[in-house]
């Protein structure tokens, strides 16, 4: 190994760890099994961002839902006979757990999957659901790791790390081959960077020299680690990372993703988790795609003002769309409050509910003044009959057997409602 992150060979000369041949290679192994992905063209991305084109190459649709297969089928198809005997282990509470489950399970080798005690139950059952034994071990991620790691000396199992291994690196850089064959005029590539495995195996496939394409990486601000490393010259590591982009909340590169990245990346870019927000409900709503934050980075760098891509032909690379209904939910309700598109109102009532209740309690005896157009509730003005009548009024009223009509104007201190579920008369 150089220190430009290239194995010298006997006479000194400096090889790249991962070509473009070894990616072609990858190709071959993973074609059966799995989707050359669909390339989608978008017209409003191009607009909003100024580029001549905007291609979105869509890892959603992926087998197990992101890139993750292509890397794990392309190395544990490589397995010694007697390594496919033993097995395999790896870590991880996400993606690359799918990938490792799928292959094992196509393949036919046994897969070990080791996951944090905060990995969902989700997960979890979707992990075993491709035929991979789960263990729940450590309080997190790197107590899973460092479990798997010994458990794989004590065993013999392989352990299939999610990134920093060349032949993952050339299983995730098909994403690039087809990129090129897809969309040949391409000018920029936008990929997200976790532990940089899928952007080095991007950047193997379309930097050379007849294909020169910018690869730009993109991070989450809360884990923009891979900037200040490639332009210190060494791996920095931070120590925290925060960020709703849970597949890219790495805190570093490992040697092989840095070597790589050094020669195939040409910048790295940061965006916050509401550009994030925003990406994920623009992907839903104009693309009908469900991408979880991790592969939704990439639009938002496109759409940043960060980041000049007038006038060019970019690809964005939407990386994985597993995450669950709530939390897509919760994304896309921040992400449209970041476009201006939802609004949150909060109203500290001092009093209430004496003085607000029949504003605000959709009751039963209220229910008239409700209507709904286009989908929306909307509530019209209580009429003046309406407020005679007693319909609509403050408080709870009750007839009593006399025929007059007794008013409690607190309706939670009535003695004849407390308990009900609506204030009626
Ligand atoms: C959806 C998604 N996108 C991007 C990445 C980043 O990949 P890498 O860690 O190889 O940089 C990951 C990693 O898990 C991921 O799950």
């Not at 850089?173 to 590539?189: C, F, H, N, W």
């Not at 991070?219 to 925060?242: N, T």
């Amino acid at each position: 190994m150089t220190d430009s992150g290239e194995s010298a060979d006997a006479n000194g000369a400096s090889e790249p760890r991962v070509t473009l041949a070894d990616v072609r290679d990858a190709r071959e192994r993973i074609r059966d099994v799995v989707h050359r992905t669909p390339l989608d063209t978008s017209r409003t991305f191009a607009e909003l961002s100024g580029a001549a084109s905007v291609g979105l190459k869509l890892e959603t649709f992926q087998r197990t839902g992101s890139f993750k297969i292509r890397g794990a089928y392309n190395a544990m198809a490589q397995l010694s006979p007697d390594d496919r005997e033993t097995g395999v282990i790896a870590s991880s509470a996400g993606n690359h757990a799918q990938g490792v489950a799928l292959a094992g399970d196509l393949l036919g080798v046994d897969a070990t999957i080791v996951v944090p005690e905060t990995t969902p139950a989700a997960k979890i059952e979707a992990t075993r659901g491709y035929g991979a034994a789960v263990v729940v071990e450590g309080e997190e991620y790197e107590g899973a790791y460092e479990y798997a790691r010994d458990r794989a000396a004590e065993t013999g199992e392989t352990f299939v790390h999610p990134f920093d291994d060349e032949a993952i690196v050339a299983g995730q850089g098909t994403v690039g081959l087809e990129l090129r064959d897809q969309y040949p005029e391409l000018d920029t590539v936008l990929v997200s960077v976790g532990g940089g495995g899928l952007i080095s195996g991007i950047g193997t496939a379309l930097s050379a020299k007849d294909a020169d394409v910018r690869v730009v990486g993109v991070q989450p601000e809360g884990a923009a680690h891979a900037k200040p490393s490639l332009e210190a010259g060494e791996i920095r590591q931070l120590s925290d990372v925060d960020t709703v982009a849970e597949g890219i909340a790495d805190a570093r590169l490992l040697e092989t993703t840095f070597a790589i990245a050094r020669e195939v990346v040409d910048d790295v870019v940061s965006v916050s988790d509401r550009e994030i927000a925003a990406a994920v409900a623009l992907l839903a709503e104009r693309e009908k795609v469900v991408a979880e934050g991790a592969g939704a980075a990439p639009l938002a760098a496109a759409l940043s003002a960060d980041l000049d891509v007038r006038g060019e032909h970019v690809g964005v690379v939407v990386s994985g769309g597993n995450v669950d209904l709530t939390e897509h939910a919760e994304l896309t309700r921040t992400g449209l409050t970041e476009l201006g598109r939802y609004a949150t109102l909060r109203l500290a009532i001092d009093g209430w509910p004496t003085r607000v209740a029949p504003w605000s309690t959709p009751s039963r005896r209220l229910a008239p003044s409700w209507t709904s157009s286009n989908g929306l509730a909307t509530r019209r003005p209580i009429t003046p009959t309406e407020r005679r009548s007693g319909s609509g009024s403050r408080g709870a009223t009750k007839r009593t057997s006399t025929g007059s009509s007794k008013r409690c104007p607190r309706w939670t201190a009535c003695p004849w409602w407390r308990g009900r579920s609506t204030p009626t008369s």
